[in-house]
């Protein structure tokens, strides 16, 4: 992933993968339904979900499905978490669901470029763009909070509540640069 990603996303991006359990939907999601929400993106039934600098993957990553997550991680990178979180919901509310969301457009553009042709480098901080001209997030970027917040370990534990106090079996290491 060197020459894609800054050393700083490679080196501090940590990646989980569970094992005989899944990411489930957040506790709120029973009220969105209430409220006439039928689209809402599946946590339990997509390959990964990225949290600030963690990944949370249901299967082993391939090359593509970690390209994917560390386009994200980058976003983050460049919004902060409350940033990323809000155009997240935004893009979800305005594009229709989960496939008209801005930033999961940019990351399977991103990925699909990579995928083509891997060993043709480009600068996913410069796509990406906040600040750097990139098109991808300029439609939503006013005054965006800046920088980096890190997430361990035992605060992605906190971030779905439902992983409290439960057992489960996962791995997580981190990546060799490549």
């Excluded at 709120?28 to 600098?53: E, H, I, R």
């Excluded at 990323?84 to 990351?107: H, K, M, Q, T």
Aim: charged share 20%; hydrophobic share 40%.
């Amino acid at each position: 992933m060197d020459g894609f990603f800054l050393p700083q996303v490679l080196d501090t991006t940590r990646l989980l993968v569970l094992n005989d359990t899944r990411v489930e939907n957040p506790h709120f999601y029973l009220l969105l339904l209430q409220m006439g929400f039928t689209n809402l993106p599946d946590f339990s039934s997509m390959a990964a979900v990225s949290f600030c600098n963690v990944v949370v993957s249901h299967q082993p990553f391939s090359d593509a499905l970690l390209f994917h997550e560390l386009v994200h991680v980058e976003q983050y990178r460049q919004l902060g978490i409350p940033r990323f979180a809000e155009l997240y919901v935004r893009g979800f509310l305005s594009g229709g669901g989960y496939d008209g969301i801005p930033l999961e457009i940019n990351a399977y553009d991103l990925g699909g470029r990579f995928e083509r042709n891997p060993k043709t480098r480009f600068s996913v901080r410069d796509e990406v763009g906040v600040g750097t001209g990139g098109e991808v997030l300029a439609w939503c970027m006013n005054n965006a909070a800046r920088g980096t917040y890190r997430v361990s370990h035992p605060d992605l534990l906190d971030v779905f509540g439902h992983f409290k106090n439960k057992r489960f079996s996962a791995r997580i290491w981190f990546p060799a640069r490549s």
